[in-house]
């Protein structure tokens, strides 16, 4: 038998419209806790489908957009502009209903024609302008996540090496035959954040989910058994289906 062991707070939803409405309210409140504590906070956003809605429902909230800045877990070697930009998806559902200011919006520069570089200067960025630290490295206030049918969190997939990657607080991804290359923030920047939402939905989703709970498994195989080790809090929003319940 599998002994399975939730790291964190799980919320457990009937569908994804309230899964988007439980998402949001705790990014809502870990932001506005993080003004009140010091001054500014910091998020770092998803690609996927899974948190549009939360993410058209935060740009709802009151919130001092002017102190927060914002930053990507993970992006596509893509222009900002392209279908498939997670920030151009983030951009029309979140950062322009919001109203959050340009000089607040930090993104991961995917249409680079050198992806190394572009993560390093991503790097250098995020260790320039996220001032809170815990053990000499930046540390993100929130951190929004999702997971793949595969495994895969961030930009961390089954049998690459990135999710080895401990030198590095960003690094590139390279392509397969059927995904565009990637940039991707580390498992030691991911893992220094002061709290995560993994947002999880859908019936496909569930044996990952599985898997990732799990008291024993094999991070080559399913990446996101690295959100067990994160320092901060962590809080699972998932949906009847995401649970085998539905």
Same mark, same amino acid.
């Given at each position: 038998m599998v002994t399975k062991?939730?790291?964190g707070l799980l919320i457990a939803t009937q569908d994804a419209a309230q899964a988007a409405r439980e998402a949001c309210n705790r990014i809502t409140k870990t932001l506005q806790d993080a003004i009140r504590d010091r001054g500014t906070a910091t998020l770092a956003l998803s !690609? $996927? =489908?899974s948190p549009l809605d939360a993410y058209r429902l935060l740009a709802q909230e009151t919130i001092d957009?002017?102190?927060v800045h914002v930053y990507w877990v993970d992006e596509r070697a893509v222009p900002p502009a392209h279908e498939r930009s997670n920030y151009g998806h983030a951009k029309k559902a979140f950062l322009d209903p919001a109203g959050v200011p340009e000089a607040n919006v930090h993104r991961l520069h995917g249409e680079a024609s050198d992806l190394d570089v572009a993560a390093r200067e991503y790097e250098a960025e995020l260790r320039d302008t996220v001032k809170s630290k815990l053990g000499g490295l930046p540390s993100i206030d929130l951190l929004v996540l999702g997971i793949g049918d595969d495994g895969h969190t961030a930009s961390l997939f089954p049998g690459e090496r990135t999710a080895s990657i401990t030198d590095r607080l960003v690094a590139p991804v390279p392509p397969t035959a059927d995904r565009e290359p990637r940039l991707t923030l580390t498992v030691p920047m991911l893992e220094n954040a002061r709290a995560s939402v993994v947002i999880v939905l859908g019936k496909a989703k569930h044996p990952a989910l599985e898997r990732i709970? =799990?008291? =024993?498994?094999?991070?080559d195989v399913t990446? $996101?058994?690295v959100i067990?080790?994160?320092? !901060? =809090?962590?809080?699972w929003v998932i949906d009847r289906a995401? $649970? $085998?319940m539905g």
């Open positions: 062991v939730v790291p !690609g $996927g =489908s957009w002017n102190k709970w =799990s008291t =024993s498994g094999d991070v990446p $996101g058994r067990r080790n994160f320092r !901060g =809090s962590i809080c995401a $649970g $085998g």
